[in-house]
């Protein structure tokens, strides 16, 4: 069983992420905007991918709006890069599960609300800062070339895109989470199963 777990552990691990980039402009962008709250009353997460920023892509009848996430050109694209303050607004888990579910594997931007980051840190995903000159270039550059291709790199510190090589940072125990395939509450518990169980037989009860 040891070595199932050390797989599973292995494949949770996020080192070094590729994939093409969607700007997103805007500070403040709440989790309201994210996924409006009618959305919530839903009570699995499957179909969160589908009411990301749902009133700002759509109008009232449904027909499609100019926005990033409608845009073919970035249709497939992996790694979202944003502005300030991206997820503040209420503590909503949906707003984290709608992005990853949207095929967003991390994101980018100036700062982010903590309890956002923190859902996306437990479904797996990471949230980098970046300076504010440094995002300018990023969403400048998308907007220009759709198609241009992050290598996320979590152990250097870095995000590279053609010769081009940007600092990014984040909590050093989130970074460590991910290094090692750590974030998983349910994958640390199953790798301690052991441990559990010892403990669970020592208890008077």
């Known amino acids: ?38 959305f919530l009353k839903e009570t699995r997460f499957d ?18 709006k100019q926005h990033p996430f409608n845009d073919r ?16 607004g209420s503590s ?3 707003a984290a599960q709608a992005v990853m579910r949207f095929g967003i594997q991390a ?14 840190k437990a479904n797996g995903i990471p949230v980098v800062t970046a300076s ?7 969403l400048n550059g998308l907007e220009k070339h759709s198609q241009t291709v992050f290598i996320l790199d979590l152990e250097s510190k870095t995000v590279c895109w053609d010769t081009v090589i940007k600092r990014i940072d984040l909590p050093e125990d989130r970074r460590q989470a991910f ?3 750590t974030w998983d509450p349910t994958a640390m518990l199953k790798s301690n199963w052991d441990k559990i169980q010892k403990v669970a037989q020592s208890l008077p009860y």
């Open 179 to 181: 290094l090692t395939g």
């Open 92 to 94: 909503r888990e949906h």
């Open 132 to 138: 504010k000159e440094d995002i300018e270039i990023l």
């Open 1 to 38: 069983m040891s070595g199932s777990i050390s797989n599973s552990l292995e494949m949770l691990k996020r080192v070094r992420l590729e994939g093409r980039g969607i700007p997103l402009r805007g500070n403040d962008i709440d989790t309201d905007r994210i996924v409006p709250a009618r």
């Open 73 to 88: 050109r970035y249709q497939g694209a992996s790694v979202l890069v944003v502005e300030s303050n991206f997820g503040c």
């Open 107 to 120: 994101v980018i931007g100036v700062s982010f609300s903590e309890i956002f980051s923190g859902n996306c």
């Open 47 to 64: 179909n969160m991918g589908k009411y990301v920023f749902y009133d700002e892509r759509f109008d009232d009848q449904g027909n499609p």
